[in-house]
């Protein structure tokens, strides 16, 4: 089957930049994605990494390697609202299933 | 522009009874998803539908039925409902096929069960 882990929670400072690591045990799927949810709220997309290597938008970065089966989230210049949840997700090519991971909680101190 | 929506919003049930969660997308997607979310577990996919017609179980089926009613629609049925179902249900679609994995969701149905 497939899975997704992620740590539980993390912990970074106002100003800073915190990693979000996935490790994924799946195979053919379109690549790995990154969704945001804050509390109370729906899970809204991040990012997308078709292929290896590094994508950037804003202060948000995501990386992924196949063949180590890694990606993480970068977050850069952290502020107050980026305080929640974030998911990874996997989209399968067979049947078109999206998994998610069980999310990482981000705490972000002032 | 709505997106997904997803009605009711909040709901309590009493054990036994039934009820249709529904879900409607206006993004001409021909994949919808149902997940539920409990404290700890994430995102866990209960149905889905690749396209109008069909519809395959996911991780967590058991006391669950759907109906991919149109293109538009995808509801979610409990028959009989167990204080195990208290949680919050999210709807989701997506463009089949395509390499970006983009899912909306909606606001979700916060269900408790007593």
């Known amino acids: 089957g497939q899975s997704l882990e992620q740590p539980s929670e993390v912990t970074a400072v106002e100003g800073a930049i915190v990693q979000i690591n996935c490790t994924y045990q799946?195979?053919?799927?379109?690549?790995l994605s990154w969704y945001q949810q804050h509390d109370g709220g729906a899970p809204t997309f991040l990012s997308y990494n078709a292929l290896d290597g590094l994508e950037e938008t804003g202060r948000f970065s995501s990386f992924l390697s196949r063949s180590d089966s890694y990606g993480y989230l970068l977050l850069q210049e952290l502020q107050m609202k980026d305080s929640a949840s974030y998911f990874c997700a996997v989209r399968s090519r067979r049947d078109d299933k999206i998994i998610f991971g069980k999310g990482t909680r981000l705490h972000i101190l002032p | 522009n709505a997106g997904v929506t997803q009605t009711p919003k909040f709901q309590v049930l009493k054990t036994g009874q039934s009820m249709t969660l529904q879900c409607a997308q206006d993004m001409n997607h021909n994949s919808m998803y149902w997940y539920r979310q409990d404290p700890g577990m994430g995102l866990r996919l209960i149905y889905y539908?690749?396209?109008?017609?069909?519809?395959d179980k996911g991780e967590v089926p058991n006391g669950y039925n759907v109906s991919r009613l149109n293109k538009r629609e995808f509801s979610l049925r409990l028959e009989s409902a167990a204080p195990s179902q208290t949680s919050v249900y999210f709807c989701?679609?997506?463009?089949?096929?395509?390499?970006?994995?983009?899912?909306?969701f909606g606001q979700g149905t916060r269900l408790t069960v007593v």
């Open positions: 799946t195979s053919g799927f379109y690549g």
């Open positions: 989701a679609s997506s463009e089949v096929g395509t390499p970006n994995t983009e899912a909306f």
């Open positions: 539908s690749a396209s109008e017609g069909t519809t």
